[in-house]
């Protein structure tokens, strides 16, 4: 059975040139290993990398060729070029000097590839699917994926607490997908957005006639999520009376619908989530004790934004991936726009760092994102605003290419103007001067001595236009 990896498989001979581009990938996140070209095949013969790369000067190009024949479902990239090689699963050659939009590019490719064969290959049920908000390698996010990793083939219930926007009911998705429970439905409640006098019926059901407007029998929550893993987010803002009936719930398994009296067996597992301090709570008698201690069998804390900074740059690449892959385009950043983003306190956490990918991708599709591109609250390094100067000379030149450019005729005063060019020549420099004389009056007359409207006319800047008229002397009047 082959297993898909998040490794990247790096194949050549120990040097230099290999040891640097081992080391870019580790700090961008990958997990790398490298072995000889001799290796290839007992490596990828029960195991498919995220990304397999080849040192071209080791191999050659008909060996090179049957194994990337063979193994057509692994992506490969080159470092070194080969000619006449045309293979659908060799997606690139690294450019050397190494570089961080290229090499980042590349390995998109390659994600993209594996996620489009990905159906063909059966992946192990242990493997761990990686969201959004779980990419990085700082210490709290790694003891995360390890919790989850241990809870996951559990009964256990499980609280997951952390600040709004840290991806809880990404964790409660990762358990429910990497338990025994993952062919059962997976049904989120936000228990803070239902009205207190309807979340019993939105949670356990009602049966026809129970209130008014119950027209007719309606499962609840449980019912639904049977078989599979019920997310209880924010049940920090659960009334009271509502946490008695659940935690009776949690301790016998078994529950009624509003109106009804029969007693329905709840076959569920329950991840409830909170950004309150529920302690906290108990000592202000706002949340019951019993319940906690019922809930916070597995508690997992997901950790802020701001105490895993270094994780940004990872965070960002696979945003951009995942709003690429959804077809709304794809922007880069340069690294002082990474580092000014790694400064920031993100109180709003993931999705905060996500809204401002999908803003940006907005702004400048396709584009690279510098410092100065960024909303001005998140600019903690000061780089100066970059401006394309434009000499005078220029400038003027521009203005008269415009002016010959429009469809317009311009009719010149014959005697001023000749139509053709004398025998004794003429003075190109006075002539031009004149005609941009003549069409700077004509413009001031048509719209009343109007400075701005005048440039508007001439196709020219404001400051452009009163340079001009002070330098040949003239006025509005």
């Not at 997908?177 to 207190?196: E, K, M, Q």
């Not at 907005?362 to 970059?386: A, C, F, H, T, W």
Request: aromatic fraction near 6%; hydrophobic fraction near 40%; charged fraction near 25%.
């Amino acid at each position: 059975m082959m297993l898909t990896e998040q490794r990247i498989l790096l194949v050549g001979n120990q040097s230099e040139r290999l040891n640097r581009l081992c080391c870019i990938l580790e700090f961008l996140g990958e997990q790398i290993e490298c072995i000889s070209v001799d290796k290839i095949e007992t490596y990828t013969q029960d195991t498919r990398f995220r990304a397999l790369i080849v040192a071209t000067d080791v191999i050659s190009v008909e060996e090179l060729k049957n194994l990337a024949g063979r193994l057509v479902w692994q992506p490969w990239l080159l470092l070194g070029a080969v000619d006449d090689l045309q293979l659908s699963n060799i997606l690139g050659v690294i450019d050397e000097p190494l570089n961080y939009p290229q090499l980042t590019e590349l390995l998109h490719f390659c994600q993209v590839y594996g996620q489009v064969k990905r159906p063909q290959v059966p992946t192990s049920v242990n493997q761990t699917k990686l969201f959004r908000s779980l990419v990085g390698r700082s210490e709290g996010i790694s003891n995360v994926r390890h919790l989850i990793n241990q809870v996951a083939g559990s009964e256990a219930t499980v609280l997951v607490l952390g600040q709004s926007g840290t991806g809880k009911e990404v964790v409660a998705r990762n358990i429910h997908y990497l338990s025994p429970r993952r062919d059962g439905p997976f049904i989120p409640v936000n228990c803070g957005a239902i009205p207190p006098e309807l979340l019993e019926s939105e949670l356990f059901g009602h049966e026809k006639g129970s209130f008014t407007g119950a027209i007719s029998s309606r499962k609840g929550r449980f019912e639904l999520a049977e078989g599979g893993t019920l997310f209880l987010d924010e049940i920090g803002d659960m009334p009271l009376q509502m946490q008695v009936k659940l935690l009776r719930v949690l301790q016998e398994r078994v529950f009624e619908r509003v109106g009804g009296s029969k007693t329905i067996q709840a076959n569920v597992r329950v991840v409830a989530a909170t950004h309150r301090n529920l302690e906290a709570m108990i000592l202000d008698n706002e949340f019951r004790e019993d319940l906690y201690y019922r809930l916070n069998v597995f508690p997992i804390e997901m950790p802020a934004l701001s105490e895993r900074q270094d994780d940004v740059p990872l965070l960002l690449q696979e945003l951009v991936s995942r709003v690429y892959n959804e077809g709304r385009g794809k922007v880069r950043f340069t690294q002082r726009a990474i580092e000014s983003l790694k400064e920031h306190t993100w109180s709003g956490n993931v999705r905060e760092l996500s809204n401002l990918v999908e803003r940006l991708t907005i702004l400048y599709p396709g584009g690279l994102v510098d410092v100065n591109d960024l909303p001005l609250k998140y600019r903690y390094i000061d780089v100066p605003e970059y401006s394309v100067d434009v000499s005078e000379e220029q400038q003027e030149r521009d203005a008269l290419a415009s002016i010959f450019s429009d469809d317009t005729p311009i009719e010149l005063p014959e005697t001023r103007f000749p139509s053709e060019l004398p025998p004794e020549g003429v003075n190109l420099k006075d002539l031009l001067a004149e005609l941009e004389i003549d069409m700077i009056r004509q413009a001031l007359e048509q719209q009343d001595n109007v400075v701005a409207r005048a440039a508007e006319m001439l196709g020219i800047r404001r400051t452009t236009l009163v340079e001009k008229m002070r330098k040949y002397g003239m006025s509005k009047e």
